[in-house]
């Protein structure tokens, strides 16, 4: 081997060692510097609470937090419950609805635009000017917010399977033509397969947005008692200034939403990783 061969398999290797200690910087970056980061925000939220002297009832310590949080956990988790069962039946509405229908808009071009306005519609117009008209009409309480939660998450799932199944390759769909595939066929074995990473990135979007159908909705409808949600536990310790119950509820709804999305995140890439680009790239 030569002299400049020599140096161009060093050259190759010092970069190998460069590109894995920059691979591995950045997986250790990943969790250290958002965890950092959120220990320090806790930390000046300690010492602004103790530098001001604010009183617990206004804005209470991280500890306070933490010791509600443990003394009423019985409480609070029995209401996370009731909302993460309207969250997920929410959430489950909305995919059924909305992949029947977008494959229906898929079959048939006068029926998307004879129906997809109605849909945008639902989007566009805020719950809470929507919840009046259904607490008229529904008398059931726990159906009311899950109507609530369906609306919000439901846009997504629609729009991003319906992007999907008409983003599908039109040469592979001339192809299938050729070879006298059916309509179902097509659907089937191509239109599907190729709106999965659009259903998937939509359905990462409508998790967290039926969590927030969810709790809006409760808010809205004032639910009470012993079967009611996080929102109400909110509601409920806002109006007797308990703070500390206040924000114990609050970090758990945000946990919860952090979960949804780790979760179908997780999901998603595990449904991906073998044959979509976006999820080969993240295992290079």
Known sequence: MTAIDQSATVAIDAEEVRRVRRERAERIGRWVLPLTIMALA?????????????????????????????????LLFSSLLVTLRITFLGLLLAVAGGVGLAVLFAQSKWV??????????????????IFPLINIYVDN????????????????ILSNTTLGLNSADRNLRDLFALNG???WQELWLLRLPSAMPYFLGGLKIAGGLALIGAVVAEFVA????????????????GYRLNAPRLFA???????????IFLVLSWVSHMMLRRWHESALKQER
């Not at 937090?65 to 956990?73: E, H, I, P, R, T």
Request: glycine letters at 6%; a neutral charge; hydrophobic letters at 55%.
């Open 42 to 74: 806790i930390f000046a939220w300690d010492r602004i609470c103790v530098w001001n002297e604010i009183p617990h009832y206004i804005l209470p310590r991280p500890g306070v937090v933490l010791q509600a949080l443990y003394n009423d956990a019985a």
């Open 112 to 129: 998307e635009m004879s129906f997809f306005p109605f849909a945008v519609v639902l989007q566009v117009t805020p719950i809470v000017a």
């Open 141 to 156: 309480q726990t159906t009311k917010l899950l109507l609530c939660a369906w609306i919000v998450a439901f846009f997504p």
């Open 181 to 183: 595939a059916t309509r």
């Open 222 to 237: 004032g639910a009470a008692g012993q079967s009611s949600g996080l929102a109400s536990r909110i509601i409920e310790a």
């Open 249 to 259: 509820a609050l970090i758990l709804i945000s946990a919860t939403g952090i979960v």
